[in-house]
């Protein structure tokens, strides 16, 4: 079955600790994104990759840091500059259809949620 | 810049009742519309998309049309069911200069749905 995993599904850390999210699509997907979950709030970009070794920042960028080595795997490090980490992490992806300019949908991980304390 | 507005929730209704959520845009150009779902602690499910004017995405009962003159796409559905609890976000993604397709997603801030039996 095609989709993606995202590991683990709950995780504690302590203030002051890098802590690395895990995103890994088998879908043969060009594009990964990674979002944030706040209680009662949409979805915010932190990051995303359109291609390997290649990504740019998105809205909250600052205190994250990604990499994409890999097509199919898009890690999210939450650094201790993040001051307010504790939340719901989500990882996405979609196809890339170049030339034709729709925008296609983002199919989502079942998602991390990081509690730093 | 892009932004979705969602109708205020709670939506507390009772089995077989009619829905509508509301959802209205501002963005430029010509985006695509999508409505996701999220269940209790999981990721997101992308429930239907619609991607230019007078489309009408449709599944599981739900439907919604992208009108242009009134920058909404309203989520309904004829009767719900308790099982279709959960949170709906309605996005959008802009089509990008260049024809190039991946899409930044905006989010609504989400509306909570509470189906009774």
């Known amino acids: 079955d095609g989709g993606i995993t995202q590991s683990p599904k709950y995780l504690f850390r302590k203030e002051g600790q890098n802590v690395t999210l895990s995103c890994e699509q088998n879908?043969?997907?060009?594009?990964m994104y990674w979002y944030r979950q706040d209680p009662g709030q949409g979805l915010r970009l932190i990051y995303y990759?359109?291609?390997?070794?290649?990504?740019q920042k998105g809205d909250i960028a600052e205190g994250y840091s990604v990499s994409r080595e890999k097509k199919e795997s898009f890690p999210l490090t939450v650094t201790s500059a993040q001051k307010n980490p504790t939340a719901f992490y989500l990882c996405?992806?979609?196809?890339?259809?170049?030339?034709?300019?729709?925008?296609?949908?983002?199919?989502f991980g079942p998602g991390t949620r990081l509690t730093v304390t | 810049g892009d932004s979705v507005t969602q109708m205020e929730g709670p939506v507390t209704l009772s089995e077989e009742a009619f829905l509508t959520i509301n959802c209205t845009y501002t963005a430029t150009g010509y985006p695509s519309l999508f409505w996701y779902v999220q269940y209790p602690g999981e990721g997101l499910q992308l429930l239907l998309k619609a991607t230019k004017a007078d489309d009408k995405g449709s599944n599981k009962g739900f439907e919604a049309t992208y009108r242009k003159e009134t920058t909404s796409f309203h989520l309904e559905k004829g009767s719900v069911q308790v099982s279709d609890s959960a949170v709906y976000f309605c996005a959008l993604s802009r089509r990008l200069a260049g024809g190039t397709s991946y899409g930044k997603l905006t989010f609504g801030q989400g509306t909570i749905l509470t189906v009774h039996p």
């Open positions: 996405a992806s979609s196809i890339l259809l170049r030339g034709t300019g729709v925008p296609q949908e983002q199919y």
């Open positions: 990759s359109q291609i390997v070794n290649d990504f």
């Open positions: 879908l043969n997907h060009d594009a």
